[in-house]
């Protein structure tokens, strides 16, 4: 990533950017680490905090460590004298850098985030597939018996076992299980889950730094109208995605899953609860899908697509899959079987 964040720096006539957000230096250095990353036409130097220092830190040219306040001030004033001068950005509002650097405020890291490369979107890929085989594990037992926590266990175990973590830990949250749901985030329960519950199952792998985010609804003996609730969400989800191409407006995407809604007989303010989003080294990252977005779909990004009703008296239906944007359509990345 540091060769197309120079490539970049080029095109923006930029001979220092200042990586501080620790989601950006993640995808810049494939690191989870914290701290200050200069990079320079031919240098990636940092200052980064003590409990660092016996990392693997090959991919820098120099880094110096800082324990108290007082280091980084002392570390940063050191690197602003050795770079004074010289055309520079930083990732994130930092009065210190901003001024003494005279260094802008830059979106550019951001912007390359959100088209991925290949390597990206074959980790991506990976991840979904560990992801179906966690929801095919979990929906085989799902009925016999299990609390919502013992559900959500099963989830993290499975992915302990394979030596991965799980996708939300990036939005300091975990996997989702629940059952007649109508607040989509809320933790898991004690109760029992029954054969006639909607239940909602929403997990995803994070391999070598990247995510999956995909959800299921199931139900061993649903009604009539719990039927009728997860195919006017499976059917949305398909036209949705059938939209998504290179060049097409995100709002309209979005904007189609709410009309298709309506015209169903929702109502939007009291059934329609989440927007979709990006997915990357994060689980959620920019761009959101909102109706209200300014922003085409590009190929190589890699979204979530996630309609979802919220009804009371029946509970809540979602049904989410990680998608990639192509020139003339999208490719499904998470296959998990799409039935109650």
Request: aromatic share 8%; net charge negative; proline share 2%.
């Amino acid at each position: 990533m540091i060769k197309r964040i120079r490539e970049e720096m080029s095109e923006e006539g930029l001979e220092v950017f200042v990586l501080s957000d620790s989601e950006n230096i993640l995808w810049a250095t494939g690191e989870e680490l914290s701290g200050y990353i200069f990079i320079t036409r031919d240098r990636v130097e940092g200052v980064l905090p003590r409990f660092y220092r016996y990392e693997d830190l090959s991919l820098f040219d120099d880094v110096s460590f800082g324990f108290k306040r007082s280091d980084y001030e002392e570390l940063l004033d050191g690197k602003i004298s050795e770079l004074s001068g010289m055309e520079s950005a930083i990732d994130e509002e930092n009065e210190k850098i901003e001024e003494e650097l005279s260094a802008e405020v830059s979106d550019m890291i951001m912007m390359m985030r959100k088209v991925k490369t290949e390597d990206e979107v074959e980790k991506i890929r990976k991840a979904c597939e560990i992801t179906d085989k966690a929801l095919k594990d979990l929906r085989k037992d799902l009925f016999t018996g299990l609390t919502e926590w013992e559900a959500v266990g099963r989830l993290k175990q499975f992915y302990i076992d394979r030596e991965v973590q799980e996708a939300f830990i990036t939005n300091e949250g975990e996997s989702l299980v629940q059952r007649n749901s109508l607040r989509p985030h809320r933790g898991p329960e004690s109760e029992v889950v029954e054969e006639d519950d909607l239940v909602i199952v929403d997990t995803g792998a994070r391999y070598k730094n990247y995510c999956a985010d995909v959800t299921r609804t199931y139900c061993e003996n649903p009604s009539e109208e719990q039927k009728q609730l997860f195919e006017d969400v499976k059917e949305v989800q398909e036209e949705m995605i059938n939209m998504m191409e290179d060049g097409r407006p995100i709002a309209e995407v979005k904007q189609k899953e709410l009309d298709m809604f309506e015209e169903k007989g929702y109502d939007i303010e009291k059934n329609v609860l989440y927007y979709s989003h990006s997915i990357g080294v994060v689980a959620h990252e920019s761009p959101t899908i909102t109706h209200e977005s300014e922003e085409d779909f590009r190929e190589g990004m890699v979204v979530t697509i996630e309609p979802g009703l919220h009804v009371e008296a029946l509970g809540g239906v979602r049904i989410e899959d990680t998608v990639l944007v192509k020139e003339n359509g999208a490719e499904r990345l998470s296959k998990a079987s799409r039935e109650l």
